[in-house]
């Protein structure tokens, strides 16, 4: 491989909360407070969905080139800049007609969410989600004053999550939904849609007249297999109605620089999502942000996405083949995009009389960090980030082995 993701990177002091379990246990992230890592157990961190592989150097030289000159004042983004994303979309997933007028800045993903849903609804109406759901939409949603309508996925005889179609159609016509949100890929059970799936999908939101948030997000991290379609390239009615929400900030780990972007074709829509983005005076791009996207949307960025893609499928299968030979009770379908897990404990809790808190406080106290799962409503789950060099991959599976599952 050209890129390096093999080596440990040292992330303490540089301002990663992956890396400080006691601050994220006191502010309430991992679902247990107040334990201390053993003696003589490092921190492996499987928890907050960020990445611990150095980034692709075209983002550091940009920036760097940028920051050589000693002004930072007002601009506005550039022609570069909404061309790398249009090469970007085009390239990777076939994306045509795309132009800079349909393309628009977000502080963040939930930002962009909040002020769609803002255009689509009144306050108080109800707004579909699958579940189990990404704990930055419910959080988003109630704290907006929106409703939750979860339509739970299933599992198919082979073990995929589905969406239920049935249930869906129910939903929307008993509380005459007209906002839904898909995330695709799913956060975080790890689906890369099918065609037909949205399709399907799709079909029954222009039925009931359901405007759409594609959170796409993870878009760019698809396990080998698998290929991402875009929710607006399902048909011209699919790509009216659609809001598609993007970011390098998962791709290449750029969270803490903060910056998002819609894609929204609607004319209607696109207008009153820019003003309604635009009222709080907040949604303002950061220059060095912009010159981030731009480093990493060059060619260098296509091969390090490609071998990261590689890497993670290989950490994926790894974990999930650990996973059915070794914590007999401990249920999961196998991602096809992101560098997430959800492990359904709730068998192995049952068989060995423990609770998930015991759980979870278990693997904590061994060094890994994993994430309570319940608030993305899986009733006894641990969400976990396989995005690290695979040697430390394979000492937290070893550890669990040794003294979380086995003791």
Not at 87 to 93: G, I, K, S, V
Not at 229 to 255: G, H
Request: one cysteine or more; aromatic letters at 10%; proline letters at 4%.
């Amino acid at each position: 491989m050209k890129y390096d993701f093999t080596s440990l990177m040292d992330r303490r002091g540089k301002d990663a909360i992956a890396l400080e379990p006691e601050r994220a246990m006191e502010a309430g992230m991992l679902g247990v407070k107040g334990l201390k890592i053993r003696d003589g157990f490092s921190v492996i961190p499987m928890w907050v969905a960020d990445m611990n592989f150095p980034t692709v150097p075209t983002i550091q030289e940009h920036i760097q080139e940028r920051v050589k000159h000693p002004a930072f004042g007002y601009f506005q983004p550039t022609g570069e800049y909404y061309q790398s994303i249009m090469d970007w979309q085009a390239r990777r997933n076939g994306v045509t007609g795309l132009a800079p007028e349909h393309i628009g800045y977000e502080n963040g993903v939930l930002g962009g969410l909040v002020s769609a849903l803002k255009v689509m609804c009144a306050p108080g109406d109800s707004v579909l989600l699958h579940a189990p759901a990404y704990i930055g939409f419910t959080h988003s949603l109630e704290d907006n004053g929106f409703h939750l309508e979860l339509s739970g996925l299933k599992r198919d005889e082979k073990g995929v999550w589905r969406m239920d179609y049935e249930d869906m159609e129910e939903r929307l016509k008993k509380k005459k939904i007209h906002a839904a949100i898909l995330c695709s890929p799913h956060n975080p059970c790890g689906r890369v849609w099918e065609r037909w799936e949205l399709e399907r999908a799709m079909e029954l939101f222009r039925k009931y007249d359901v405007y759409v948030i594609s959170d796409e997000i993870w878009s760019d991290l698809i396990l080998e297999g698998h290929r991402h379609i875009p929710t607006q390239m399902i048909s011209e009615d699919a790509r009216q109605r659609t809001v598609a929400l993007y970011a390098p900030s998962k791709t290449f780990n750029l969270a803490g620089l903060v910056g998002s972007y819609h894609i929204v074709y609607n004319t209607w829509l696109r207008d009153r999502m820019e003003r309604t983005g635009a009222a709080t005076h907040y949604n303002s791009m950061n220059v060095l942000s912009m010159h981030a996207l731009i480093g990493a949307y060059q060619p260098e960025g296509h091969v390090w996405v490609d071998e990261l893609c590689r890497v993670l499928t290989e950490n994926v299968r790894f974990a999930c083949g650990y996973i059915r030979e070794h914590f007999s009770g401990v249920e999961l379908a196998e991602p096809e995009g992101t560098y997430m897990l959800f492990l359904d404990c709730s068998g192995w809790c049952r068989e060995h009389g423990r609770t998930l808190e015991e759980l979870e406080a278990a693997g904590i106290q061994v060094g890994v960090i994993w994430q309570d799962g319940r608030p993305f409503y899986g009733p006894c789950s641990i969400r976990m980030n396989l995005a690290l060099p695979r040697s430390q991959v394979e000492e937290a599976f070893h550890r669990l082995d040794q003294y979380v599952f086995s003791s």
